[in-house]
């Protein structure tokens, strides 16, 4: 079978899109179906398969997706009512629509560079190593740096039988040893 010509092909969407709260560990798999039950919820099963919305992968804290041309926004509507993944609560924020794959890598490149920012610059999320490396206390309660954006920092509570998301701003934590302190603060 010989490969069709351009002008013979499918035109289709690529949708770049944030996973929120940053450092959210979510499979592609899990995601595609919490996309497709949004799409079809709203919209319906015929709008959803005349859409033919994909997930096509989670890389660094983002999700590059892909549509039918004319389509994106209803998808990108859609994507905005999703607020779970399994058993993990998240929002999908889309960041930017091409019309191919690379420059939304590219895209991905420019908005997380490889080394971590300085404190008060944004870049995209940083993961910060495994969870008890880094000393930082809150409220007099040890916690776990998981992702730094700029001035924001997520962090997760270490606690014996609880487990509790923190969203937190670089004044609210309290250095306890100094030569934990990561590379960038």
Not at 41 to 67: H, I, N, T, W
Not at 81 to 89: E, G, H, K
Not at 121 to 138: H, K, L, N
Not at 176 to 181: E, P, R, S, V
């Amino acid at each position: 079978m010989s490969i069709r010509p351009p002008t013979l092909r499918e035109k289709r969407r690529y949708l770049l899109a944030r996973i929120d709260p940053a450092g959210t560990l979510v499979e592609p798999k899990d995601l595609y179906y919490a996309v497709y039950e949004a799409v079809v919820s709203l919209f319906g099963d015929v709008a959803a398969a005349a859409m033919q919305p994909s997930v096509l992968a989670v890389e660094k804290g983002y999700a590059l997706l892909r549509c039918r041309r004319g389509a994106e926004r209803e998808f990108a509507i859609a994507l905005s009512t999703l607020f779970a993944c399994r058993d993990s609560t998240v929002a999908i924020r889309v960041l930017a629509v091409s019309g191919t794959l690379e420059s939304l890598r590219e895209r991905i490149a420019t908005i997380m560079p490889q080394d971590a920012a300085a404190p008060g610059q944004e870049s995209g999320p940083v993961q910060e190593g495994t969870p008890g490396t880094c000393g930082y206390r809150f409220d007099s309660l040890p916690v776990d740096a998981v992702a730094w954006n700029g001035p924001k920092v997520d962090a997760i509570e270490k606690g014996f039988k609880n487990t509790r998301r923190l969203f937190l701003t670089t004044e609210d934590l309290e250095i306890i040893h100094a030569t934990t302190i990561p590379d960038g603060l």
